[in-house]
């Protein structure tokens, strides 16, 4: 379709015999962010490599901005840009000097090279230290001039790994800031990411991947809701009275976490159940310190929908040798 960006059919991969990807589908809207979340393990990494062109899958469709992946490799190097995990930059050089050396191989000429670089210094509010060696930039800065240096070819598709990983709260904050600048300006951003939170700020549409395929997708909005929709949360002052309240508490399917005080429940009618729930307190004598109404966080539907942790922890170790391959 003529508004798709990326398309993934059926790609599966293996190595040793054992599947990376499985048969995982995905479509991305041009102009969007689509964040590809999942334990360590599911098959992230594996996906970008594919659609960058890194590995070629053993079956399945792929194509990205028009062009089929594994039949035309360089013609979607032409408009694609790549942010890996970690900083491909020289520290020894100044940040001008690393965007020109990129401008140059990508077989910019030199005239060329410096006009680009002066204009991503710029665009990532990088000017007043483009003549600074990148050993004295900040964690944040760095992954600034990181992402400029994957648009030297101005991509109209940008594949963006684990971006803000080891970034303190500052550092991440502005490079989300720049992402959202790229899609205003009709970029369109394939994002992997272990913070769901960057998912939730981000993007505009979230598939979650477990062993090799996309078990759910939607709006952070429709995924938040599979979890049962909206929630109270009741932090008691005393952790004696926690057997009272679940009594009284005008609803179903109270849990309770009795190292925290708390006690949380899913409700419809948000203002209905806030106000019964604080009546059936007072009316129990039975003192709150926090009582709060919330949305699902993208956390507990990473939860819900991948499971158990430790079967994770076993195969995202089997996973990363294989993604490392």
Do not use: C
């Amino acid at each position: 379709m003529a508004d798709t960006a990326i398309t993934v059919e059926g790609v599966r991969k293996t190595y040793g015999g054992r599947p990376a990807l499985d048969g995982l589908d995905l479509h991305v809207t041009r102009g969007t962010v689509h964040a590809v979340l999942g334990p360590n393990g599911a098959g992230k990494t594996t996906l970008v490599r594919i659609l960058s062109t890194l590995l070629r899958p053993d079956s399945g469709r792929v194509r990205v901005a028009g062009h089929d992946v594994p039949a035309d490799a360089r013609a979607v190097r032409r408009r694609i840009g790549l942010l890996g995990q970690h900083a491909a930059l020289d520290e020894q050089l100044d940040g001008r000097q690393n965007l020109e050396m990129f401008a140059r191989l990508h077989h910019l000429g030199a005239r060329h090279a410096r006009v680009r670089a002066t204009e991503l210094l710029e665009r990532f509010g990088l000017t007043g230290t483009g003549r600074r060696p990148v050993a004295r930039y900040s964690g944040g800065m760095r992954r600034r001039l990181d992402l400029a240096a994957s648009l030297i070819t101005d991509p109209a598709v940008l594949f963006l790994d684990e971006p803000t990983t080891g970034l303190d709260p500052r550092g991440r904050a502005e490079v989300w800031a720049s992402v959202r600048s790229l899609v205003d300006g009709g970029t369109t951003v394939l994002l992997t990411t272990q913070y769901l939170e960057e998912a939730d700020q981000l993007a505009h549409r979230v598939a979650f991947v477990d062993r090799g395929r996309v078990v759910a997708g939607g709006t952070p909005e429709d995924l938040k809701s599979l979890t049962g929709g909206d929630r109270v949360d009741v932090v008691l002052r005393d952790a004696d009275r926690l057997a009272d309240a679940v009594a009284v508490l005008p609803l179903p399917g109270v849990t309770v976490d009795a190292d925290r005080r708390l006690l949380s429940a899913p409700v419809t009618d948000r203002m209905a159940a806030l106000s019964g729930v604080v009546r059936a307190l007072e009316a129990a004598g039975v003192e709150a310190a926090d009582i709060v109404l919330r949305r699902p966080t993208l956390d507990e539907v990473f939860l819900h929908l991948t499971g158990d942790a430790e079967r994770h922890a076993e195969g995202g170790a089997d996973r990363r040798a294989q993604e490392a391959a």
